[in-house]
Structures are given as C-alpha cells and as structure tokens.
C-alpha cells in the first residue's frame, strides 16, 4: 500500500475563524428568533401582560444578533484585503477565465460526478468561493431590507443610514416579505454547507471539518508538491 | 358665488357665522396640539387664521369615493368643517359647491386666473392613464388632462387619500383603468402626501393648519408624507403593544385571547407595517379606531396594501408562485427538496467515487493496524 506523508499547511488564520464562527452563531441566532418574529408560537398565560416581555426580548435578541452579525461582516471584508491568499477577496469574486473552468471542473467532479477522482483546492475552490460571495451579496440584502425596517424605531446613527429602503421600496410590507423570503436562503446555505463540509472530509481525509477550529489542512506531499508547481507555473505566466 | 368680498381672513368668516371667539380659540389650541406644536405655537396658529386672509382652494375629485371629503367634514371640531372645508374650498370642489356645470368649470378658471401660483390644489383620487384616460372624463376632458393644467400654477398639491397618493384599491393588480397615483404624474409643483382610507379628518385639517400657518409645507417623510403624523407606525403607539411584547396573541378572532383584548398580531394586523396616526388621533371625536374595536389594521395608508398579502394573514404571498404561497411554506418546500437532493447525493459519492473512498480507508486502517 502507497503510504501519504501529510503536509501541515495553516489555511484559515484566526481571524478568520472567529469571523466564521460569530457569523454561524448570529446567523442561527437571526434565523430562529426571525421565523418566530414572523410567526409568534402560540402560549398560554394565565397573568397579565405586564409581568413578561417574551416578544420584546426575541426582537431585542434579533436585533442585537443583527449589529454583531454586520460589525463581523465588515471587519470579514477588511480581512480579504489584508488576510491571507485564502482570505483574499479574489477567492470570491470571479475575475479571471480560469476562475470560471475551475468552477465547471468543481461542478463535473463533486457535484453532477460525470468526471471521476476529486478536485485539489488547499483553500476554497473556485465554485465554493463563488457561493460565498452570492451569499455575501445576501448578506448585504439582509442587512438593508433589516435596518431599514428597523431604522422607523431606532434613534442610533447607524440605523439611520437606512431611512431610505422603505421609500424606495414603497411600504413596509415588500420590505418585510424579502427579508422574510432570505432567510430561507440562508437555510438552504446552511443545510447544503454543513453536508459539503462532511462530504469533503469523508471523501479526502484532508481534515475539513477540524480545519475551522485550528485553521489546518492535511495535504499528501505528493498533492502538495503538485499544487506548488502549478502555483509556481501560474505566477512565472503572470510575469 | 361671484360677489365674494375681497380676501377675508379665517377668523373674520368664522365670526360671521356665529362661532364666538372661545370656539376659535379652542379650535386652534386642539389643532396646535395635533400638529405637534408647543404650547406658545397656538398663538401662532391663532395669529395666522385672524390675519392671513384666506386661501383659495381647489378640491378635485378623480378616481375615488369621497371617503376623505367625509372624513374631512366629520372631524371632531365643527370648525373644520365649516371653514377649511366650506369656505376654504369654496372655489370649486365637485361634490359641495352649490355651482354646476358651465358656471362650476368657469368658478375654477376664475380662480386660477385671479389667484395664479397662490392656490392649494387639493385632489382626492387616482387619475386613469389607460385608453387615453377615457375612464374618468369631468366636464369633457380626461382627468389628466385636467390635473396637468390645474397644478401647473398650483403653490402646493395635497394628496388627500390613498387613491391620490400610491392608488389605492383601484391600481390593484390587474389595475384595468391604469389607475396611477397624482406624483408619478406631475412635476415642479411640491407635493404633500396625506395617506390612508380615508385620512383621518383631524390630520387633514391639520396639514391645511399648518400650510396656512407657515405658509410652507410642513416637514415631510422620504415618501412625502408630514412627519407630525406618519412618522410612528399604529404599532408604535398602540395600546395593545403591551400584550405583544409579552408575546400574548390573539390566535383566531373567536378565541379566549380576542375577549382578553390581546394583540391581533397573528390575525393578520399590519399596524407594524403601517405609518399612521390611528392609534394616538383615533377617529370619530377619538372615540376608537380598528384595533380597539377588536379589529386588526389593514395597513390602508401604506403603499401597494391590496396586493401586498391577505387582509387577515401576517405572511405574504411569495412573488410568482400564487395568494396561497408565502415564504414559509415555499422555503420549507426547498428545505425538504434540498434534504432529498443531499441524500442522492451522498448515495451518488459514495457508488461513484467509490475507489478514492475505499484508498482512504484502507490507508487510515492500515495505520491503525501498525500501532
């Protein structure tokens, strides 16, 4: 049997991770008290309203979630100009042609499977790092149509760079319903992003899943040395 | 009708009519409070109705029901109606003037003419752009037509209603007469928007308070509404809120919590969505207003409420997949999809990439085996 030397590289700096997790915790924390925002559950109370404020904390939790989730947001967008190459911004936005077979090659391999044997990427791959940035481009929708909502009852100056969603948008209601309607979107990201995380794990023993704790990846010298060459040919082209 | 004397100030109009100076004083003291005034600003209001002479006021109706005229002249103080309304638009308006036909159409080019960037045009309704606005035809010429003319040298429009300002019922999908709110068809004139089904009387004859008062438009929203009253939403100050926040909803409109008076949140009331004044103003001499007659807000005044989702469901539909749709539903469709799509998947992976699986493996149990 063929025995792998791994490679210890440090993919995601901490910075990074803390952003993931933050981000992983209010986006859960915005979810649950947003669908119950939207549909209060039904309790039974014998006392007198007064005596409880259930409804006002889940809002104040939501909107506390929500002026974390944006701090972690922009403080992640600093990050992809000074982080490492696998924080880069270029990982999310597709600039280059190559960008764009990368993510047909991830489509072939992983997900339709009609090529065998897997894709290397040490870092996002090309269609993962698009992903990302469609989800940032939610992040960003949610931020708006949710301080927008949230700017008619707040006094902060931050709250206040929002008063003109609802006039573009006409009313509340079109405002609310989008809001309503992303969250499934981060749902569904969710779902798809925790199974792909166990899939890469399972399928190439690289260490995916403990790589957003520590920031390591376990990558075969062979791999390794592989990926060394290609950056390396890349980067004698560009010159 | 054309031997009115010269300009007379509000108050002079008033004494004639038999209102003792206390009434007036009342008057302006009840409005002062509603445009938000502090105290000292009721000598303004009070000032500015005995001095200013009055102003001349054209009120057309187009694509409506009159609803706002009747709110308007059942606002709490009688003076609101006898003055504002009476007298101040007593130039021309379809449904009180006592002139008709040739000698109503004369009335107000008269006053066009004789008071030229001086008049506040007031307009109640849409105005039909479909077949050339042939769906609401006054005096032989179409709406629009007439609207373009009379706020050409208008000082201020006022969108009385929500017909006037996004619509209203009559621009609900398919909207067959190309019903088309008064903003998105004139410009270079300032426009206040007064919104609802109808205005409250008391916000009406407070915009106009204020117009003569100033002499400017008071100050207004993003969306061109006054500030004084559509700033909070009905939930805002809703004196139901206290059950909302402790999250006690009523569930259905026959339940123990609806004889309990808790928030009709979930039946479907859009007073967090809706900028308005109900719940502080109130309607009929504040005597009530929707939610304290156990009824929840249908978000009237805000823009696009025919279609934006059922009157008595919070959820709204989710676009292009029908009225019975809303986010939930459609997303946990997805949710489900998605599971099933995951677990194909790995059922997929695991037949498909079966050797790079098995290397893995074998390699890592082979480790095992060593130590």
Redesign the interface.
Same mark, same amino acid.
């Given at each position: 049997?063929?025995?792998?030397k791994l490679r210890r590289v440090f993919v995601w700096e901490l910075p990074v991770r803390v952003f993931h997790w933050i981000n992983a915790l209010a986006i859960t924390t915005l979810c649950i008290t947003g669908?119950m925002i !939207?549909?209060?559950? *039904? /309790?039974m109370?014998g006392g007198e *309203?007064? +005596?409880?404020?259930?409804? !006002?904390w @889940?809002r104040y939790i939501h909107f506390v979630a929500a002026y974390i989730f944006v701090a972690n947001f922009v403080f992640r967008i600093y990050w992809g100009f000074v982080g490492n190459k696998y924080a880069n911004w270029k990982n999310f936005i597709p600039t280059t042609r190559k960008y764009f077979q990368e993510m047909w090659e991830v489509l072939k391999i992983d /997900?339709f499977?009609t090529k065998?044997? +897997?894709h290397m990427a040490v870092g996002h791959n090309a269609l993962a790092g698009f992903i990302y940035f469609l989800t940032f481009i939610a992040f960003g929708i949610q931020v708006i149509t949710g301080f927008g909502l949230y700017a *008619?009852?707040s006094e902060s100056w931050f709250a206040g760079l929002f008063?003109?969603v609802?006039?573009l948008f006409? *009313?509340?209601? !079109?405002v609310?319903?989008l809001h309503?309607?992303l969250?499934?979107f981060f749902?569904?990201f969710t @779902?798809?992003h925790i199974?792909l995380v166990f899939?890469h794990d399972?399928?190439? !023993?690289r260490g995916e899943i403990s790589s957003m704790g520590g920031g390591w990846k376990f990558i075969e010298e062979e791999a390794f040395q592989a990926e060394k060459a290609k950056e390396a040919a890349e980067s004698k082209k560009a010159a | 009708m054309s031997t009115r004397p010269a300009r007379t100030t509000y108050y002079e109009e008033l004494r004639q009519r038999g209102y003792s100076r206390r009434d007036f004083m009342k008057f302006c003291a009840t409005v002062a409070a509603y445009l938000g005034l502090e105290a000292s600003g009721t000598a303004q209001v009070v000032q500015a109705l005995s001095d200013k002479p009055r102003i001349p006021v054209i009120w057309l109706h187009f694509q409506e029901c009159t609803c706002c005229s009747e709110s308007f002249i059942r606002s709490s103080h009688p003076i609101v109606a006898d003055i504002l309304l009476d007298k101040l638009s007593l130039d021309y308006t379809e449904t009180l003037m006592a002139a008709s036909g040739h000698q109503a159409e004369k009335c107000m080019r008269d006053t066009m003419e004789k008071y030229k960037g001086e008049y506040v045009l007031c307009i109640e309704g849409s105005v039909p752009t479909e077949a050339d606005g042939v769906y609401c035809m006054i005096g032989g010429r179409t709406s629009l037509d007439i609207l373009k003319e009379v706020s050409a040298t208008a000082k201020a429009v006022i969108c009385w209603g929500s017909c006037a300002c996004?619509g209203c019922v009559q621009s609900a999908k398919p909207n067959p007469t190309g019903a088309t709110p008064i903003h998105k068809l004139i410009r270079g004139v300032p426009i206040i928007k007064v919104p609802g089904c109808p205005p409250i009387g008391e916000v009406m004859a407070g915009v106009l308070v204020h117009l003569i008062t100033f002499g400017k438009l008071p100050e207004l =929203?993003?969306?061109g509404r006054p500030k004084a009253f559509y700033? #909070?939403?009905v939930h805002?100050t809703c004196y139901r809120r206290?059950?909302? =926040?402790?999250?006690?909803?009523v569930?259905s409109f026959d339940d123990e919590n609806a004889k309990k008076g808790y928030c009709l $949140?979930?039946v479907g009331c #859009?007073g967090?969505?809706?900028?308005n004044a109900c719940s502080v103003t109130k309607w009929n001499n504040g005597t009530s207003y929707p939610i304290q007659s156990g009824h929840g807000c249908f978000?009237c005044s %805000?823009?696009? $409420?025919w279609d934006?989702?059922a009157l008595y469901a919070?959820?709204?539909p989710?676009?292009g997949f029908g009225i019975e749709s809303d986010? =939930?539903k459609?997303?946990t469709a997805?949710?489900i999809a998605?599971?099933v799509g995951?677990a194909a998947?790995?059922v997929?992976?695991n037949i498909?990439?079966s #050797?790079?699986?098995h290397d893995?493996i %074998?390699?890592?149990k %082979?480790?095992e085996k060593e130590l």
């Open positions: 049997m063929n025995y792998h669908y !939207g549909k209060p559950p *039904a /309790i109370f *309203a007064w +005596e409880r404020y259930l409804f !006002g @889940i /997900i499977q065998p044997g +897997e *008619a009852m008063t003109w609802v006039p006409g *009313a509340d209601s !079109g609310r319903n309503h309607i969250m499934w749902i569904l @779902i798809v199974y899939y399972y399928l190439k !023993g | 996004n =929203d993003g969306i700033s #909070k939403r805002d206290p059950f909302y =926040d402790a999250g006690l909803f569930e $949140y979930k #859009k967090p969505t809706t900028y978000g %805000e823009e696009n $409420y934006a989702g919070r959820a709204q989710f676009p986010a =939930d459609i997303g997805a949710a998605t599971g995951i998947h790995a997929m992976t498909r990439k #050797k790079l699986i893995v %074998e390699e890592g %082979e480790a």
